[in-house]
């Protein structure tokens, strides 16, 4: 199938991958390394997508060998319909990687990355958006500034800015806030959200579980090369089924009532009462009234949903080998 023919057949999904696999082949007595061991994995087009999993689970190889770096084993992968394989150039052409790593030339200036980055996509002069895209990332005014000259944060923009020159329907950042601090942060984020309500799609590698949590409407989690989740956001937080309630009493207490002993309460600071409890089984309103039936007053309560990090954790720790 032609790069042509590809394109006009289209596709709900701008990422497309099925039995992915990745050896690295040991040396010197080492035994063979299984980075990706049949990866399958779906990103709808102009989705906000997050690709977790804890160091060495295997993120950087998929996102190596979509982007051309790293040949896979075997398996097969689509980008906007192109395959990575049969229809390399168009693949590459719909794909941007944002790299983790600040890999700019230090005597280049803004616009000459841009520039420089164009040429190498084979973006006629004509049909450039330099200017246009150092504006979308808030960067005019250093379109001359030396990249040496830049900050932490501004070369995180200048590595956005340069992953679009050939204007790819699918962007992928890899760590892009790491040492970036909170107000550069909002900044970046701000960007990459009207980069997506634009209709590019992107593919978040992030740390902070709080960022995907809030910024991404579909998840995957990958550990020891293997996908072990891929829902929506709040369909993969709704599994977690548990739920933290703390009371604060009226009064301090030395012991817990026995009516409250079966959802096994700590005590702290003689009137905090913390219940960790499971929705499907108790209801809060039945935890109330037992608190009730004890002659317990209460005088505060919060509770605690279970967040990304929670699902995390649970996921990845059951996977251990």
């Known amino acids: 199938m032609s ?43 102009g989705s906000f997508f997050a690709l977790l999993g804890p160091n060495g689970a295997g993120k950087s190889t998929l996102i190596n060998i979509l982007a051309g770096l790293v040949n896979k084993s075997s398996g097969h992968a689509r980008v906007c319909g192109f395959d990575i394989e049969k229809d390399m150039r168009a693949a590459r052409r719909s794909l941007g990687v944002v790299p983790q790593e600040l890999n700019l030339d230090a005597f280049f200036s803004a616009r000459e990355v841009m520039e420089f980055q164009a040429g190498l996509y084979g973006v006629p002069k004509s049909a450039r958006q330099t200017d246009e895209i150092l504006a979308a990332m808030g960067l005019t005014d250093k379109a001359d500034s030396y990249a040496r000259t830049l900050s932490g944060g501004m070369r995180r923009r200048l590595l956005v800015a340069k992953a679009m020159v050939h204007q790819p329907e699918v962007l992928i950042l890899d760590e892009p806030t790491a040492g970036v601090d909170i107000e550069l942060r909002q900044q970046l984020w701000h960007h990459i959200r009207l980069l997506n309500e634009a209709g590019t799609t992107i593919i978040l590698t992030t740390h902070y579980l709080e960022e995907a949590e809030e910024l991404c409407d579909q998840i995957a989690i990958i550990n020891h090369g293997e996908v072990v989740a891929c829902e929506p956001t709040e369909k993969l937080l709704s599994k977690l089924d548990a739920k933290t309630i703390t009371l604060v ?38 935890i109330l009234s037992e608190v009730s039936a004890g002659g317990l007053s209460i005088v505060d309560l919060t509770t605690h949903e279970p967040d990304l990090e929670d699902a995390f954790l649970q996921m990845t720790s059951s996977k251990k080998k």
């Open 3 to 45: 790069a042509v023919a590809a394109h006009e057949i289209g596709t709900e999904n701008a990422l497309e991958v099925r039995d992915l696999k990745k050896i690295y082949k040991g040396k010197g007595g080492v035994p063979d390394k299984e980075a990706l061991k049949g990866i399958s994995l779906d990103v709808p087009r």
């Open 249 to 286: 009493l009226e009064t301090d207490i030395t012991e817990i009532p026995d009516c409250l002993a079966r959802f096994n309460p700590s005590l702290k600071l003689g009137r905090h009462l913390t219940i960790d409890y499971k929705p499907s089984e108790v209801g809060i309103s039945q």
